[in-house]
């Protein structure tokens, strides 16, 4: 508890600062967001129990409005996603849950989880029927991806949209930078998996966020300090490692996902950071092999395209929705 208020108390304040500079020197994202603050959708955070795990979300917008499910990726949290959602929460009810094992979602020692993307997928399908969410497009980005491709495969007909940002689904998509967790795959020894944990120390989580913005300082230091400062609760190093070999499972479902996209042809969006070192641009153009109508649009930004380029992808992405969603009737 006392490792979560201290970055609850820190990721406040760092936010009211970036907030207070922002019409002076901060990036022309932030300056939109603070000058239009009085007029913004309000997010509200909550907890809900889905099968004996507290899974912390953040929501904006109407409820009766077409729901999007945003679902983030390693080592972040919904927290990387505190820009975009009162973008898009004008005209949609934006939801965003933190996976288990992440963020401020709390699995009790008692629930015996075990950490694989099947129930991750499991859970966020769990989260969905617990608060009433029924029919929803899905924005995906890095881990959420499989997340999301599985609850697609399962429950096609609630899927109204997907918008990827360097979510993959393509062996094509994987980079070189895959090579010591692949390594990890074929050989599940001790020493691989030690290797490993160089991923997870603060270096590492800022170099994911840096590595290929074109200027740094657009990066909001919050975003990786708050990742690792809630990869050093105890435990969680286990907890990632252990996803680090599950993720061949996603590999091996890659057909399975894209059989879904053929047969199905949803609306289809990637927005994908260019420069990101770990899925590579051929992984969003993969997309129009089975859906021919999918939009894919490049951007000169790294892994965590969001943080530089935020303003120009939420507009994108409100784009596409307006266009794909426009004929959903709002619920009662």
Do not use: C
Not at 313 to 322: G, P, S, T
């Amino acid at each position: 508890m006392g490792v979560t208020m201290s970055v609850f108390r820190f990721v406040s304040g760092a936010l009211l600062a970036t907030v207070a500079m922002a019409s002076e020197t901060g990036p022309a994202f932030v300056r939109a967001v603070s000058a239009g603050a009085h007029s913004s959708p309000l997010v509200a955070t909550h907890t809900v129990a889905v099968d004996g795990i507290n899974v912390f979300y953040r929501e904006a917008g109407d409820p009766r409005s077409p729901a999007i499910l945003l679902l983030h990726g390693f080592p972040a949290s919904s927290f990387m996603y505190r820009n975009l959602i009162p973008l898009l929460a004008d005209r949609y009810h934006v939801i965003a849950p933190d996976l288990p094992g992440f963020g401020f979602t709390e699995v009790p020692k008692s629930v015996n989880y075990r950490y694989s993307f099947d129930n991750l997928a499991s859970t966020v399908d769990g989260f969905t029927q617990v608060i009433g969410l029924n029919r929803y497009a899905l924005e995906v980005f890095d881990y959420g991806a499989p997340v999301g491709w599985r609850l697609a495969v399962a429950h096609p007909e609630r899927i109204t949209a997907i918008i990827s940002q360097n979510g993959n689904a393509y062996e094509e998509g994987l980079s070189s930078g895959w090579n010591p967790i692949q390594k990890y795959w074929r050989e599940p020894t001790d020493e691989n998996r030690l290797a490993l944990r160089e991923f997870l120390k603060p270096a590492s989580v800022k170099w994911q966020y840096t590595y290929g913005v074109s200027d740094e300082r657009l990066v909001a230091p919050e975003s990786y300090t708050l990742d690792s400062a809630l990869l050093a609760r105890p435990g969680k190093d286990e907890i990632q490692l252990d996803l680090f070999l599950d993720y061949a499972n996603n590999v091996k479902r890659y057909p399975e996902f894209q059989a879904y996209f053929r047969k199905w042809n949803p609306p289809l969006l990637a927005v994908w950071g260019k420069n990101d070192p770990f899925f590579l641009p051929p992984g969003a153009e993969a997309f129009k092999r089975d859906v021919p109508n999918a939009e894919v649009h490049f951007y000169d930004a790294g892994h965590f395209a969001l943080e530089s380029n935020g303003a120009e992808i939420a507009a994108e992405i409100h784009r596409f929705l307006d266009r794909n969603l426009s004929q959903i009737q709002p619920r009662k």
